[in-house]
């Protein structure tokens, strides 16, 4: 009979030894993950696990997230499950059941939808989740081969290789151990760009903050003339993969200098060196997103288009239905 099991009593030796064998782990899935979530004030974090025969078989951990004033927050209340959940790979449907009903009856009324955002491939669980009322949806990932730098060059075209060298001779530099004073700046030109071409909500300085004092965190930034002009900011999990969080840069300011195929380039190099054979970009739109700028950027860096998707549990219709339109104006203003 399969066990609930609330965070307080979940055995680390058990969650790690979980994290190091499932073929779906990933970083936002740890304990690491779940206390850093939790110490952001704007975020109410949750994490739950679930037995079998005294053997840990799942966990799930995740963040209610809102945005804007009190009008606002209850018309965006979503709860995201990043990477998806931590499954051992002979799961049983039962004890997956349990855990996405748990999931759902714990968050009914806090959560307007709750959404998985997959990493790694869940089809083999499909039929579960769609039974459990998370419905599928087609999304796009890209991950890129960083097992060594000879493959990471490999996958390199010309054209990318020409413009890292140009941007390194003509005097841009990549700071791997950056300032909290960097980090700032490198916020500012990330909140331009959500605000200005991006038009999603962005979290505020405060997790970046927090974020620049994780271990498993890489802030790798780039300067010219003295001025921060990109960077990537990535989360790592040794032996499986560099997650890219956020990345941007000031291109075209600087004929000769290309600070986001600098940042990214950083990152991959970062994973080969760190022992993390892959490279996540964490997404790359939907299949009908035709003209989506971003995946053609990723896809220059010689990754492989892959299509995860994601599950979605609608809570409530009616504010959902209010909060999609919401979204729909905030994008076209």
């Not at 993950?33 to 994490?47: G, I, K, M, V």
């Not at 599928?136 to 060059?153: N, Q």
């Not at 549990?313 to 959902?320: A, D, E, K, S």
Request: charge should be negative.
């Amino acid at each position: 009979m399969p066990k609930v099991i609330e965070i307080q009593d979940i055995e680390q030796s058990a969650w790690d030894e979980l994290v190091k064998t499932s073929s779906v782990a990933n970083w936002f899935q740890t304990r690491e993950a779940y206390d850093f979530f939790a110490t952001l004030s704007f975020l109410e974090a949750f994490a739950y696990g679930v037995e079998e025969q005294e053997q840990l078989k799942g966990v799930v951990v995740g963040y209610v997230q809102k945005d804007g004033g009190i009008i606002k927050q209850f018309f965006s209340r979503r709860a995201i499950v990043t990477g998806g959940p931590l499954l051992a790979d002979d799961v049983s449907e039962e004890v997956l059941g349990v855990l996405l009903n748990t999931l759902k009856d714990n968050l009914k009324h806090k959560a307007i939808y709750i959404e998985t955002r997959n990493f790694n491939d869940y089809s083999p669980w499909r039929k579960v989740f769609e039974q459990c009322g998370f419905d599928y949806e087609p999304h796009y990932d890209i991950w890129v081969d960083t097992s060594s730098m000879e493959a990471v060059d490999e996958h390199l075209g010309k054209s990318r290789k020409r413009d890292i060298r140009v941007s390194l001779r003509d005097g841009a530099t990549l700071v791997t151990h950056p300032t909290l004073e960097q980090v700032r700046d490198y916020y500012l030109i990330l909140s331009d760009l959500y605000k200005n071409k991006v038009k999603t909500p962005l979290f505020p300085l405060p997790f970046f903050e927090a974020l620049y004092q994780l271990p498993s965190s890489a802030f790798l930034l780039v300067e010219y003339e003295g001025k921060i002009v990109g960077g990537t900011v990535c989360v790592g999990l040794k032996d499986k993969a560099l997650y890219e969080v956020y990345a941007c840069g000031k291109d075209g300011a600087h004929k000769t200098v290309f600070p986001s195929e600098l940042a990214t380039f950083a990152g991959l190099q970062y994973a080969a060196e760190h022992g993390m054979p892959r490279f996540d970009m964490m997404g790359a739109g939907k299949p009908d997103d035709g003209g989506y700028g971003v995946r053609d950027f990723k896809l220059k860096f010689g990754g492989e288009l892959l299509e995860f998707g994601r599950n979605i549990h609608v809570c409530n219709r009616l504010l959902y239905s209010i909060g999609k339109l919401g979204v729909k104006i905030m994008k076209k203003q």
